[in-house]
């Protein structure tokens, strides 16, 4: 008979010492059961690890300690992150953010080193509080704390000062916009009579002048803009013809007022109150501007279409990037027309001293340039104006002779 020979089971593996014992491997799972509760019960979750945590502590179990920890970071993590980013930018202004991050991370690595430091440790303990490392951690917890209400206070601080200038802000906003209705109504009290009809006698037209000089002074570029907008549509800067008795503006026959270029008056003779004025980035479509005296004015960037600037001066004017489609510098033909003379008298039909003196302005980026513009341009507005027109000047000839 042979004998069975004895079989030999195989030795069971030693407990790693870093495992986690098996009597604990259930709690261990418990972290996938709490995330499913975190959508519902975020609170819950967060405080009941923190308590797991604190639990540990007390028993003395590393495993339960490092579970509670685990689980309170991840939850709260997990609860703060989609709002965080919003969060970031509404409460920390983006100077201070880069400081504040330095902060944490100065504050994170002294933690670390003094918890991690060796010292006070207790070797009949699985968890070793280096209590030297606390104390020192709550000094630094203290002067963290107050750097970060100084932060609090100086953020405060400047959120009111944010607030306070944007209510400053839009109450100029609104008073400019209330200052430029009463001059609305009061200039359209002065130049009209009872029946609605313009009747500007020389003293009104003298009160209507100084109003609009008055107001042009305490607006800024956007008001100008209003202001010459209505003053234009209301054919207040159009010279009128007028009786030669009593000056009193005469109709067309078509329901307005007719328009005498060489003789005529105009209600409100702007004159050089838009001399160095700002005016960019403004619509200024269909404007009457011709005679103003626009001297260093800045009209960059401005919808200049179908602007009447004849006989303005544009001497040194910033007309960068505006649209000058249709924009009128002269009357005539370009090859005839001249710039105005202070001795000389325009006329109207050839265009000589109708055109608008453009000596040394710049035309960089203009748009929508027609050849009749850029041939009275390149050859009225000298060799520095001559530079900036889109396009070049090949072929028209210099005309100011400098």
Do not use: H
């Not at 001249?338 to 608008?356: F, I, L, M």
């Amino acid at each position: 008979m042979t004998q069975k020979s004895p079989t030999r089971s195989n030795p069971k593996p030693l407990p790693s010492a870093t495992s986690p014992p098996r009597s604990i491997q259930p709690i261990l799972s418990a972290p996938k059961k709490l995330m499913q509760w975190l959508p519902d019960y975020p609170s819950a979750v967060v405080f009941g690890s923190i308590g797991v945590m604190i639990l540990g502590l007390a028993i003395d179990s590393l495993w339960m300690g490092l579970l509670g920890a685990f689980v309170a970071l991840l939850a709260s993590v997990k609860t703060i992150w989609p709002s965080w980013n919003q969060l970031w930018k509404e409460l920390v202004p983006s100077p201070w953010r880069a400081v504040i991050v330095a902060f944490v991370g100065i504050m994170a690595s002294g933690i670390g080193l003094l918890v991690l430091s060796g010292s006070n440790q207790q070797a009949t303990r699985s968890i070793q509080v280096n209590w030297d490392a606390v104390g020192a951690l709550g000094e630094i917890v203290g002067a963290v704390g107050q750097i970060l209400i100084a932060l609090l206070a100086v953020y405060v601080a400047w959120q009111q000062y944010v607030i306070s200038k944007d209510l400053t802000m839009q109450q100029n906003i609104i008073t400019q916009q209330q200052t430029i209705d009463a001059y609305f109504q009061g200039v359209s009290e002065l130049a009209l009579n009872e029946e609605g009809l313009l009747e500007d006698w020389p003293q009104e037209r003298a009160f209507a002048e100084g109003r609009t000089a008055a107001i042009f002074s305490s607006v800024d570029a956007a008001g100008k803009a209003k202001i010459i907008r209505f003053l234009s549509q209301s054919r207040l800067l159009t010279p009128l013809k007028r009786d030669r008795r009593l000056g009193r503006p005469i109709l067309d026959g078509q329901g307005g007022y007719a328009e005498d270029r060489a003789y005529g008056t105009r209600v409100i003779d702007l004159g050089v109150m838009l001399a160095c004025a700002d005016l960019s980035g403004n619509d200024l479509r269909w404007t009457e501007m011709s005679d103003a005296n626009l001297v260093k004015a800045n009209l960059s960037n401005c919808d200049l279409v179908k602007a009447n600037l004849a006989r303005s001066i544009l001497y040194e004017a910033n007309l960068s990037g505006a649209d000058l489609k249709g924009a009128q510098f002269f009357y005539g033909t370009a090859e005839q027309a001249t710039p105005r003379s202070r001795t000389q008298p325009p006329d109207y039909t050839t265009g000589k001293c109708t055109g608008a003196v453009i000596e040394n302005a710049d035309l960089t980026n203009v748009q929508r340039l027609s050849e009749a513009q850029r041939y009275y341009c390149c050859a009225w507005g000298g060799e520095k104006t001559r530079g900036t027109i889109p396009g070049g000047c090949d072929g028209i000839p210099n005309k100011l002779g400098r």
